[in-house]
Protein backbone atom coordinates (compact mmCIF):
# COMPACT_ATOMS: atom_id res chain seq x y z
CA UNK A 1 0.00 0.00 0.00
CA UNK A 2 1.70 3.64 -1.36
CA UNK A 3 -0.31 5.93 0.13
CA UNK A 4 -3.26 5.34 3.11
CA UNK A 5 -6.93 6.28 2.22
CA UNK A 6 -8.49 7.74 4.78
CA UNK A 7 -11.66 8.89 6.22
CA UNK A 8 -12.56 11.36 8.07
CA UNK A 9 -15.61 11.19 10.34
CA UNK A 10 -16.66 14.08 12.26
CA UNK A 11 -15.63 17.25 10.25
CA UNK A 12 -15.94 20.36 13.24
CA UNK A 13 -12.85 22.24 14.78
CA UNK A 14 -10.85 18.84 15.16
CA UNK A 15 -11.55 16.84 12.18
CA UNK A 16 -11.39 19.91 9.62
CA UNK A 17 -8.00 20.27 11.53
CA UNK A 18 -6.88 16.36 11.52
CA UNK A 19 -8.30 16.77 7.32
CA UNK A 20 -5.69 19.88 6.76
CA UNK A 21 -2.72 18.25 8.37
CA UNK A 22 -3.29 15.30 6.68
CA UNK A 23 -3.13 16.94 3.73
CA UNK A 24 -0.22 19.68 4.53
CA UNK A 25 2.43 17.69 7.33
CA UNK A 26 1.42 13.60 6.92
CA UNK A 27 3.31 12.44 4.24
CA UNK A 28 1.85 8.77 3.39
CA UNK A 29 -1.85 9.46 3.88
CA UNK A 30 -4.40 11.36 1.62
CA UNK A 31 -8.40 11.76 2.79
CA UNK A 32 -10.24 9.83 0.49
CA UNK A 33 -13.50 10.17 2.54
CA UNK A 34 -15.26 13.00 4.92
CA UNK A 35 -18.47 12.61 6.99
CA UNK A 36 -20.15 14.45 9.09
CA UNK A 37 -23.96 14.42 10.33
CA UNK A 38 -26.11 15.12 12.63
CA UNK A 39 -25.71 19.23 13.02
CA UNK A 40 -24.82 18.79 9.24
CA UNK A 41 -27.91 17.37 7.86
CA UNK A 42 -27.54 18.30 4.07
CA UNK A 43 -23.76 17.64 4.64
CA UNK A 44 -22.79 21.22 3.70
CA UNK A 45 -19.71 20.80 6.28
CA UNK A 46 -18.56 18.03 5.21
CA UNK A 47 -18.36 19.04 1.32
CA UNK A 48 -16.95 22.34 2.44
CA UNK A 49 -14.25 20.01 4.09
CA UNK A 50 -14.37 18.02 0.65
CA UNK A 51 -14.18 20.35 -1.49
CA UNK A 52 -10.54 21.48 -0.25
CA UNK A 53 -9.27 18.21 -0.86
CA UNK A 54 -8.67 16.23 -4.54
CA UNK A 55 -10.40 13.14 -5.17
CA UNK A 56 -12.41 13.25 -1.00
CA UNK A 57 -15.79 12.76 -1.19
CA UNK A 58 -18.73 14.03 0.82
CA UNK A 59 -20.79 11.94 2.57
CA UNK A 60 -24.07 11.99 5.46
CA UNK A 61 -23.45 8.81 6.38
CA UNK A 62 -20.75 7.76 8.55
CA UNK A 63 -21.29 4.25 7.94
CA UNK A 64 -20.65 5.11 4.07
CA UNK A 65 -17.70 6.95 4.33
CA UNK A 66 -16.01 4.13 6.03
CA UNK A 67 -16.85 2.06 3.28
CA UNK A 68 -16.14 4.23 0.06
CA UNK A 69 -13.94 2.76 -1.68
CA UNK A 70 -10.11 3.61 -1.22
CA UNK A 71 -10.42 3.46 2.86
CA UNK A 72 -8.10 1.97 4.62
CA UNK A 73 -8.14 3.57 8.15
CA UNK A 74 -10.77 5.87 9.72
CA UNK A 75 -9.96 8.86 11.52
CA UNK A 76 -13.09 10.11 13.96
CA UNK A 77 -13.66 12.96 15.66
CA UNK A 78 -17.08 13.05 16.28
CA UNK A 79 -18.53 14.14 19.72
CA UNK A 80 -18.24 11.41 21.93
CA UNK A 81 -21.19 9.64 22.15
CA UNK A 82 -20.48 9.05 18.67
CA UNK A 83 -17.54 7.46 18.76
CA UNK A 84 -18.70 3.37 19.44
CA UNK A 85 -20.90 3.42 16.69
CA UNK A 86 -18.14 4.70 14.55
CA UNK A 87 -15.41 2.26 15.90
CA UNK A 88 -17.63 -0.82 15.42
CA UNK A 89 -18.18 0.04 11.78
CA UNK A 90 -14.66 0.62 11.20
CA UNK A 91 -13.89 -2.68 13.30
CA UNK A 92 -16.48 -4.67 10.97
CA UNK A 93 -14.47 -3.93 8.29
CA UNK A 94 -11.18 -4.89 9.88
CA UNK A 95 -9.80 -1.10 9.68
CA UNK A 96 -7.52 0.62 11.72
CA UNK A 97 -8.59 3.57 13.60
CA UNK A 98 -7.57 6.95 15.02
CA UNK A 99 -10.38 8.14 17.37
CA UNK A 100 -10.48 11.51 19.26
CA UNK A 101 -10.49 11.51 22.89
CA UNK A 102 -12.52 10.29 24.87
CA UNK A 103 -12.32 6.72 23.72
CA UNK A 104 -16.63 6.55 24.87
CA UNK A 105 -18.14 8.35 27.20
CA UNK A 106 -18.49 5.18 29.25
CA UNK A 107 -16.24 2.04 30.42
CA UNK A 108 -19.71 0.13 29.28
CA UNK A 109 -19.37 1.34 25.57
CA UNK A 110 -15.43 1.08 25.62
CA UNK A 111 -15.71 -2.72 26.90
CA UNK A 112 -18.06 -3.45 23.40
CA UNK A 113 -15.22 -1.27 21.59
CA UNK A 114 -12.57 -4.34 23.42
CA UNK A 115 -14.81 -6.87 22.85
CA UNK A 116 -15.00 -6.31 18.93
CA UNK A 117 -11.34 -5.73 18.85
CA UNK A 118 -10.76 -8.99 20.26
CA UNK A 119 -13.40 -10.96 17.88
CA UNK A 120 -10.71 -9.27 15.12
CA UNK A 121 -7.93 -10.46 16.83
CA UNK A 122 -5.69 -7.52 16.38
CA UNK A 123 -5.53 -4.09 18.15
CA UNK A 124 -6.38 -1.69 15.62
CA UNK A 125 -7.63 1.55 17.26
CA UNK A 126 -5.35 4.42 18.91
CA UNK A 127 -7.17 7.11 20.77
CA UNK A 128 -5.96 10.96 20.51
CA UNK A 129 -4.68 11.42 23.38
CA UNK A 130 -2.13 13.94 21.94
CA UNK A 131 -0.04 14.69 25.13
CA UNK A 132 1.89 11.63 24.72
CA UNK A 133 3.50 12.89 21.72
CA UNK A 134 3.93 16.41 22.67
CA UNK A 135 7.78 16.98 23.27
CA UNK A 136 7.81 18.18 26.98
CA UNK A 137 5.46 15.17 28.12
CA UNK A 138 8.25 12.97 26.17
CA UNK A 139 10.77 14.18 28.18
CA UNK A 140 9.12 14.03 31.28
CA UNK A 141 7.75 10.65 30.94
CA UNK A 142 11.76 10.00 30.23
CA UNK A 143 13.23 11.11 33.37
CA UNK A 144 10.25 9.99 35.37
CA UNK A 145 11.32 6.20 33.43
CA UNK A 146 14.78 7.10 34.39
CA UNK A 147 14.15 7.41 37.68
CA UNK A 148 15.62 11.14 37.19
CA UNK A 149 13.86 12.18 40.34
CA UNK A 150 13.45 9.14 42.92
CA UNK A 151 10.02 7.31 42.81
CA UNK A 152 7.02 9.60 41.77
CA UNK A 153 4.74 10.98 44.93
CA UNK A 154 3.10 13.53 43.02
CA UNK A 155 2.28 15.33 40.23
CA UNK A 156 0.34 18.52 40.28
CA UNK A 157 -1.45 19.70 37.22
CA UNK A 158 -3.03 22.58 35.50
CA UNK A 159 -5.46 22.33 32.81
CA UNK A 160 -7.15 25.53 32.10
CA UNK A 161 -9.14 27.04 28.82
CA UNK A 162 -10.13 30.25 27.93
CA UNK A 163 -13.50 29.81 27.47
CA UNK A 164 -15.95 26.51 27.06
CA UNK A 165 -18.19 25.64 24.16
CA UNK A 166 -21.51 26.36 24.68
CA UNK A 167 -22.49 22.66 24.81
CA UNK A 168 -19.99 22.17 28.27
CA UNK A 169 -20.93 20.27 31.34
CA UNK A 170 -19.83 20.10 34.52
CA UNK A 171 -19.80 16.66 33.83
CA UNK A 172 -17.22 17.04 30.98
CA UNK A 173 -15.21 19.08 32.88
CA UNK A 174 -14.15 16.02 33.96
CA UNK A 175 -15.19 13.19 31.11
CA UNK A 176 -14.06 15.36 28.11
CA UNK A 177 -10.78 17.52 29.49
CA UNK A 178 -9.56 15.85 33.01
CA UNK A 179 -9.59 13.05 30.56
CA UNK A 180 -6.34 14.27 29.32
CA UNK A 181 -4.74 14.59 32.30
CA UNK A 182 -6.01 10.79 33.69
CA UNK A 183 -4.53 9.49 30.69
CA UNK A 184 -1.25 11.59 31.16
CA UNK A 185 -0.96 10.47 34.62
CA UNK A 186 -1.07 6.92 33.86
CA UNK A 187 1.37 6.83 30.72
CA UNK A 188 3.73 8.86 33.03
CA UNK A 189 3.59 7.00 36.54
CA UNK A 190 2.96 3.20 34.74
CA UNK A 191 0.07 2.89 37.14
CA UNK A 192 -3.64 2.95 37.17
CA UNK A 193 -6.12 5.33 38.81
CA UNK A 194 -7.48 3.55 41.62
CA UNK A 195 -10.02 6.35 43.05
CA UNK A 196 -11.50 10.11 42.92
CA UNK A 197 -11.93 12.20 44.26
CA UNK A 198 -13.60 16.03 43.16
CA UNK A 199 -13.89 19.18 45.03
CA UNK A 200 -15.94 22.18 43.53
CA UNK A 201 -15.72 25.97 44.88
CA UNK A 202 -18.13 28.41 44.49
CA UNK A 203 -17.96 28.49 40.63
CA UNK A 204 -15.85 31.25 38.90
CA UNK A 205 -18.51 34.27 38.18
CA UNK A 206 -17.30 34.08 34.39
CA UNK A 207 -18.43 30.29 34.09
CA UNK A 208 -21.72 30.23 32.56
CA UNK A 209 -24.95 29.31 34.63
CA UNK A 210 -25.21 26.16 36.06
CA UNK A 211 -21.53 25.15 35.36
CA UNK A 212 -19.16 24.50 38.06
CA UNK A 213 -15.88 25.74 36.93
CA UNK A 214 -13.63 25.08 38.08
CA UNK A 215 -12.77 22.14 40.14
CA UNK A 216 -10.03 20.60 41.65
CA UNK A 217 -9.38 16.61 40.82
CA UNK A 218 -7.81 14.18 43.36
CA UNK A 219 -6.21 10.99 41.89
CA UNK A 220 -5.15 8.01 43.54
CA UNK A 221 -2.91 5.31 41.64
CA UNK A 222 -2.16 1.72 42.12
CA UNK A 223 1.45 2.86 43.43
CA UNK A 224 0.60 5.10 45.66
CA UNK A 225 1.17 8.33 43.86
CA UNK A 226 -1.16 11.36 44.74
CA UNK A 227 -2.19 13.45 41.32
CA UNK A 228 -3.92 16.75 41.52
CA UNK A 229 -5.62 18.55 39.01
CA UNK A 230 -7.31 22.07 38.43
CA UNK A 231 -9.69 21.74 35.77
CA UNK A 232 -10.82 25.61 35.31
CA UNK A 233 -12.21 25.87 31.33
CA UNK A 234 -13.49 29.57 31.15
CA UNK A 235 -10.13 31.16 33.17
CA UNK A 236 -10.56 33.95 30.11
CA UNK A 237 -6.69 34.66 29.99
CA UNK A 238 -5.43 32.04 27.76
CA UNK A 239 -4.91 28.05 27.35
CA UNK A 240 -2.37 26.63 29.79
CA UNK A 241 -1.32 22.45 30.92
CA UNK A 242 0.77 21.98 33.10
CA UNK A 243 2.48 19.27 35.24
CA UNK A 244 4.84 19.03 37.66
CA UNK A 245 6.17 15.99 39.05
CA UNK A 246 7.63 15.59 42.50
CA UNK A 247 9.82 12.48 43.45
CA UNK A 248 11.89 11.31 46.20
CA UNK A 249 14.76 13.01 45.12
CA UNK A 250 13.47 15.70 42.64
CA UNK A 251 11.17 17.51 41.18
CA UNK A 252 10.21 18.66 37.13
CA UNK A 253 8.10 20.83 35.78
CA UNK A 254 6.33 20.85 32.19
CA UNK A 255 4.22 23.61 29.97
CA UNK A 256 5.25 27.14 31.56
CA UNK A 257 5.17 27.85 27.79
CA UNK A 258 7.54 30.57 27.98
CA UNK A 259 9.17 30.05 24.26
CA UNK A 260 10.23 33.75 24.15
CA UNK A 261 10.25 36.17 26.76
CA UNK A 262 10.14 39.86 25.84
CA UNK A 263 11.98 42.00 28.29
CA UNK A 264 11.35 46.07 27.53
CA UNK A 265 9.87 49.38 28.46
CA UNK A 266 10.68 48.10 32.77
CA UNK A 267 8.45 45.18 32.10
CA UNK A 268 9.19 41.26 30.85
CA UNK A 269 6.52 39.06 29.64
CA UNK A 270 5.76 36.37 26.69
CA UNK A 271 2.43 35.24 24.75
CA UNK A 272 0.13 32.33 26.44
CA UNK A 273 -0.97 30.17 23.91
CA UNK A 274 -5.09 30.59 23.52
CA UNK A 275 -6.00 27.49 22.56
CA UNK A 276 -5.46 23.03 22.26
CA UNK A 277 -4.99 23.68 18.49
CA UNK A 278 -1.58 25.92 18.94
CA UNK A 279 -0.23 24.63 22.33
CA UNK A 280 -0.65 21.04 20.81
CA UNK A 281 0.31 21.48 17.25
CA UNK A 282 3.44 19.73 17.13
CA UNK A 283 1.41 17.09 19.31
CA UNK A 284 -1.19 16.73 16.77
CA UNK A 285 1.22 16.70 13.89
CA UNK A 286 3.76 13.91 15.32
CA UNK A 287 0.08 11.86 16.78
CA UNK A 288 -1.28 11.31 13.32
CA UNK A 289 2.33 10.99 11.39
CA UNK A 290 2.72 7.84 14.02
CA UNK A 291 -0.33 6.48 13.32
CA UNK A 292 -0.24 6.68 9.77
CA UNK A 293 3.09 4.77 9.43
CA UNK A 294 1.98 2.06 12.13
CA UNK A 295 -1.77 1.83 10.75
CA UNK A 296 0.19 1.29 7.23
CA UNK A 297 1.65 -1.95 9.02
CA UNK A 298 -1.58 -3.09 11.15
CA UNK A 299 -0.39 -2.05 13.95
CA UNK A 300 -0.99 0.52 16.39
CA UNK A 301 1.79 2.78 18.08
CA UNK A 302 0.28 4.35 20.65
CA UNK A 303 -2.49 4.97 23.58
CA UNK A 304 -4.48 1.96 22.78
CA UNK A 305 -8.12 0.84 23.03
CA UNK A 306 -7.50 -0.38 26.61
CA UNK A 307 -6.02 3.08 28.00
CA UNK A 308 -9.25 4.61 26.33
CA UNK A 309 -11.62 2.10 28.77
CA UNK A 310 -9.29 2.74 31.77
CA UNK A 311 -9.73 6.68 30.91
CA UNK A 312 -13.45 6.02 30.73
CA UNK A 313 -13.49 3.97 33.60
CA UNK A 314 -12.22 6.47 36.13
CA UNK A 315 -14.32 9.49 34.12
CA UNK A 316 -16.69 7.45 35.10
CA UNK A 317 -15.59 7.02 39.12
CA UNK A 318 -15.32 10.69 38.66
CA UNK A 319 -18.55 11.85 37.69
CA UNK A 320 -19.58 9.62 40.56
CA UNK A 321 -17.57 11.52 43.02
CA UNK A 322 -18.02 14.91 41.37
CA UNK A 323 -22.03 14.89 42.33
CA UNK A 324 -21.78 12.73 45.62
CA UNK A 325 -18.40 14.78 46.83
CA UNK A 326 -17.25 11.41 48.20
CA UNK A 327 -14.04 9.84 47.48
CA UNK A 328 -14.85 6.45 44.35
CA UNK A 329 -13.12 4.17 43.80
CA UNK A 330 -12.42 3.05 40.12
CA UNK A 331 -13.70 0.04 39.15
CA UNK A 332 -11.85 -1.96 36.04
CA UNK A 333 -12.21 -5.22 34.45
CA UNK A 334 -9.12 -7.33 34.23
CA UNK A 335 -6.90 -6.41 31.28
CA UNK A 336 -7.31 -9.11 28.82
CA UNK A 337 -4.24 -10.96 27.35
CA UNK A 338 -4.53 -8.57 23.85
CA UNK A 339 -3.83 -5.56 25.85
CA UNK A 340 -0.51 -6.75 27.95
N1 LIG B 1 -7.30 16.03 21.46
C1 LIG B 1 -7.76 17.23 21.74
O1 LIG B 1 -7.04 18.07 22.29
C2 LIG B 1 -9.14 17.61 21.38
C3 LIG B 1 -10.05 16.63 21.12
N2 LIG B 1 -11.33 16.95 20.86
C4 LIG B 1 -12.24 15.85 20.60
O2 LIG B 1 -12.52 15.82 19.20
C5 LIG B 1 -13.86 15.42 18.98
C6 LIG B 1 -14.57 16.49 18.18
O3 LIG B 1 -14.49 17.70 18.88
P1 LIG B 1 -14.64 19.11 18.11
O4 LIG B 1 -14.05 19.02 16.77
O5 LIG B 1 -14.14 20.14 19.06
O6 LIG B 1 -16.23 19.21 17.99
P2 LIG B 1 -17.08 20.00 16.90
O7 LIG B 1 -18.42 20.18 17.51
O8 LIG B 1 -16.33 21.19 16.42
O9 LIG B 1 -17.17 18.97 15.69
C7 LIG B 1 -17.85 17.76 15.77
C8 LIG B 1 -18.42 17.49 14.39
O10 LIG B 1 -18.98 16.17 14.40
C9 LIG B 1 -20.25 16.23 13.76
N3 LIG B 1 -21.06 15.10 14.22
C10 LIG B 1 -21.96 15.06 15.23
N4 LIG B 1 -22.46 13.81 15.35
C11 LIG B 1 -21.86 13.07 14.39
C12 LIG B 1 -21.97 11.73 14.00
N5 LIG B 1 -22.77 10.88 14.63
N6 LIG B 1 -21.21 11.28 12.97
C13 LIG B 1 -20.37 12.14 12.33
N7 LIG B 1 -20.23 13.43 12.65
C14 LIG B 1 -20.97 13.90 13.67
C15 LIG B 1 -20.81 17.59 14.09
O11 LIG B 1 -21.82 17.96 13.16
C16 LIG B 1 -19.56 18.45 14.03
O12 LIG B 1 -19.32 18.94 12.72
C17 LIG B 1 -14.45 15.15 20.37
O13 LIG B 1 -14.29 13.79 20.66
C18 LIG B 1 -13.58 15.99 21.28
O14 LIG B 1 -13.53 15.51 22.60
C19 LIG B 1 -11.75 18.24 20.80
C20 LIG B 1 -10.89 19.25 21.05
C21 LIG B 1 -9.50 19.02 21.36
O1 LIG C 1 -9.60 17.85 24.32
C1 LIG C 1 -9.82 19.01 24.51
C2 LIG C 1 -11.19 19.57 24.55
O2 LIG C 1 -12.12 18.62 24.09
C3 LIG C 1 -11.48 19.91 26.00
O3 LIG C 1 -12.75 20.47 26.10
C4 LIG C 1 -10.45 20.91 26.50
O4 LIG C 1 -10.68 21.18 27.87
C5 LIG C 1 -9.05 20.34 26.35
O5 LIG C 1 -8.12 21.29 26.78
C6 LIG C 1 -8.78 19.96 24.91
O6 LIG C 1 -7.50 19.41 24.78
Known amino acids: ?71 DAVLIASPGPAHEEAILHALERELPVLCEKPLTPDPEGALRVLE ?33 IGRPLF ?33 LLGQEVTAVTVLSPRPSSAAPEGLSDPRLVLLETSGGAIVDVEIFVNCGFGYQ ?42 AYDRQVRRWVAAAARGRVDGPDAWDGYAAAAVSEAGLAAGRSGVRTEVRLVERPELYR
Not at 161 to 181: C, K, Q, R, W, Y
Request: hydrophobic share 45%.
Open 116 to 148: AERRVGRRLVQVGFMRRFDAEYERLKELLDAGG
Open 1 to 71: MNTLGIAVIGTGKMGADHVRRIGDTVGGARVVAVADAVADPDGDRAKAVAAGVEGAAAFTDPAAATAAPGV
Open 155 to 187: LHCRHRNASSPSFFTSDMLISDSVVHEVDAARW
Open 241 to 282: VRCEAVGESGSARIGDGHAMVVESAGRWGGEIAQDFTTRFAD
